[in-house]
């Protein structure tokens, strides 16, 4: 059965053709903001819903209008630029239905729109667009030309969708393909337990540790004198864009890092096992601010702000998106499990008490006397949770 998947490659355009990518993007990103600007206006002074048919009937008076401009463009790419404000609109409402701090839709400025989408290969766009060549791949972009891509790996199944994203200096084009074959891996017959943290980025429960490189941190001195010097920079000078430049590097640095890292132990963990269980982590609520309010503040505000940055650098989100995609993809079982008190009980007798954990990485039982490395023991308990759950789904 086929799958769903993106494939990212880092294009290397001409210096022409750059200037023609940024102009690309930056026209819609000027149309996003129009049509923004129209549906505030339109409800505000007439009562009036615009909606996303409306504006796209509208595009070709704009692009007639502005033939060296707007109409430069793939019509079906700004289509999608406007779909994508009708997506943000939809989310909204959903929000303020659910309760949730709404959020409305916000006007897009200079590096805040950084990706232009193609609907549909061959409309406007063309991967592979010279097939001819002997060792270089291409990709066409209405108004923009044949830009040569580094294809560092095969293309499986079919395209569907074309995007191009700016990363600083980087530009990358992102092929979402449909029908790609999975790739089952042979079966091991093993089931694992992953325990998640910041000292170590995993733990199986058959006490395999892979440490955390903490990109961040790492790259936390170089990021501290670009703040520092972008800080001292004057506002609108070409001096305070190339410091912006070089901060937005070592952030981009710091990303592809930490998805480095995720691949590589995504993969290792499915090549090695059957069954992988992991914690059912609110990553979100986890990392949430503890500052308070004015009337009631918040405590240890400067501590949990030092654990929510760790937790964030570790990159716990990325990983379990590689983790999911990969074990899709390699026929393996992927469980989540409630995470509470997984590091409190005791997987030799099942007592469960604060006093268990000693320390971070500590874990001696206070009925059995059992000890342990603190990440095992709570990894082992994951692993039977999730085959728990994995027997009451089968008897069911």
């Excluded at 750059?18 to 819609?28: P, R």
């Excluded at 615009?50 to 796209?56: A, I, K, L």
């Amino acid at each position: 059965m086929g799958v769903r998947r993106s494939f990212t490659f880092l294009l290397r355009p001409t210096g022409k053709q750059a200037a023609a990518l940024a102009a690309c993007l930056e026209d819609h990103r000027v149309l996003y903001n129009a049509a923004l600007e129209h549906r505030r206006t339109a409800y505000r002074k007439a009562g009036v819903t615009v909606r996303y048919g409306d504006q796209s009937a509208e595009l070709k008076h704009i692009r007639a209008d502005d033939p060296a401009g707007q109409g430069r463009w793939s019509f079906s790419s700004q289509q999608a630029t406007l779909r994508r404000l009708d997506t943000a609109f939809r989310e909204f409402f959903a929000r303020v239905r659910q309760g949730r701090v709404p959020g409305f839709p916000r006007f897009k400025g200079r590096g805040w729109f950084d990706t232009v989408t193609w609907p549909k290969d061959g409309d406007g766009c063309r991967w592979n667009s010279q097939p001819e060549h002997p060792t270089a791949t291409f990709v066409r972009l209405q108004g923009i030309g044949h830009v040569r891509v580094h294809r560092h790996r095969p293309v499986r199944g079919r395209v569907k969708t074309i995007s191009i994203k700016r990363e600083g200096s980087r530009w990358y084009v992102i092929l979402s393909c449909e029908d790609v074959p999975a790739q089952p891996l042979p079966a091991t017959g093993a089931a694992v337990g992953i325990d998640m943290g910041v000292a170590l980025l995993i733990t199986t429960s058959d006490g395999e540790p892979l440490a955390n490189p903490r990109p961040l941190a790492s790259s936390a001195g170089r990021l501290a004198a670009a703040q520092r010097a972008l800080a001292r920079k004057k506002r609108g000078s070409k001096r305070r864009l190339k410091a912006a430049a070089r901060v937005a590097a070592l952030h981009a640095k710091v990303g592809r890092q930490r998805r480095d890292t995720a691949h590589k132990a995504a993969l290792a963990l499915v090549r090695a096992y059957d069954v992988i269980v992991h914690e059912d982590l609110r990553i979100a609520n986890m990392t949430r601010s503890a500052s308070g309010t004015i009337e009631a503040p918040g405590r240890n505000v400067a501590a949990k702000s030092g654990l929510n940055r760790s937790i964030l650098d570790a990159g716990w989100g990325v990983f379990l998106r590689v983790l999911a995609d990969k074990a899709e993809s390699a026929g393996r079982e992927l469980i989540a499990v409630n995470p509470a008190n997984t590091s409190r009980i005791c997987s030799r007798c099942g007592h469960c008490a604060k006093d268990n954990r000693l320390a971070q990485a500590e874990f001696a039982c206070t009925a059995c006397g059992h000890t342990a490395h603190a990440d095992v023991n709570a990894a082992i308990n994951i692993l039977r949770a999730g085959l728990a759950l994995r027997d009451a789904a089968e008897a069911a």
